[in-house]
């Protein structure tokens, strides 16, 4: 008959000390949240156009100048973002002539017009914030150094901006 009162107070004694762990322990919970932000939108608003060039004749195009290339953002009102450019070396006529950019030049603001902040388009990041309804313009210009015996043709090449929200 010891058996069962060996095996009682083993229960009991294990049953208290679950009851007591069961007593110790509380929980909590937080709630996570997420604020998604507009997408940001970049739409290349004008092509960059140093127009007629003569060969042995450096072509500028300033910020300010109608061929100007332009892009246009949208995104979220007042948020930070970084500009980044792919760029050039030389614009090509597809036969292997190669006509050379001597320099690259910007401009960003917030009004859509051709004064603002200066910079020098690059890999690099460019930081910026985006206006009270979310809108950037960013003007590009340069310079085309074509050589005195620069074969004749249409020479292009592609300038890609990249706007990424930080």
């Given at each position: 008959m010891?058996?069962?009162?060996?095996?009682?107070a083993?229960?009991?004694?294990?049953?208290s000390?679950?009851?007591?762990?069961?007593?110790a322990q509380?929980s909590?919970?937080?709630?996570?949240?997420?604020?998604?932000?507009?997408p940001?939108?970049v739409?290349?608003?004008?092509?960059?156009?140093?127009?007629n060039?003569?060969?042995?004749l450096?072509?500028?195009?300033?910020?300010?100048?109608a061929?100007?290339?332009?892009?246009?953002?949208?995104?979220?009102?007042?948020?930070?973002?970084?500009?980044?450019?792919?760029?050039?070396?030389?614009?090509?006529?597809?036969?292997?002539?190669?006509?050379?950019?001597?320099?690259?030049?910007?401009?960003?603001?917030?009004?859509?017009?051709?004064?603002g902040a200066n910079f020098?388009?690059?890999?690099?990041?460019?930081?910026?914030?985006l206006?009270?309804?979310g809108?950037?313009?960013?003007?590009?210009?340069?310079?085309?150094?074509?050589?005195?015996?620069?074969p004749?043709?249409?020479?292009?090449?592609?300038?890609?901006?990249?706007?990424?929200?930080?």
């Amino acid at each position: 008959m010891r058996f069962p009162t060996r095996v009682s107070a083993a229960l009991v004694a294990t049953l208290s000390l679950l009851a007591a762990e069961a007593r110790a322990q509380n929980s909590a919970s937080i709630t996570a949240t997420a604020n998604v932000l507009t997408p940001l939108t970049v739409v290349g608003a004008q092509n960059l156009s140093f127009g007629n060039v003569f060969p042995g004749l450096n072509k500028t195009v300033a910020v300010t100048d109608a061929g100007a290339g332009r892009f246009d953002v949208a995104g979220q009102a007042n948020a930070n973002v970084s500009l980044s450019f792919v760029l050039p070396s030389n614009l090509s006529d597809g036969s292997g002539n190669l006509l050379p950019i001597g320099s690259w030049t910007g401009e960003h603001n917030t009004t859509g017009t051709a004064t603002g902040a200066n910079f020098t388009p690059s890999a690099g990041a460019t930081n910026t914030t985006l206006s009270g309804t979310g809108n950037l313009y960013v003007f590009i210009g340069g310079q085309v150094t074509p050589a005195v015996n620069q074969p004749a043709g249409l020479y292009s090449g592609s300038v890609q901006m990249t706007v990424v929200y930080f």
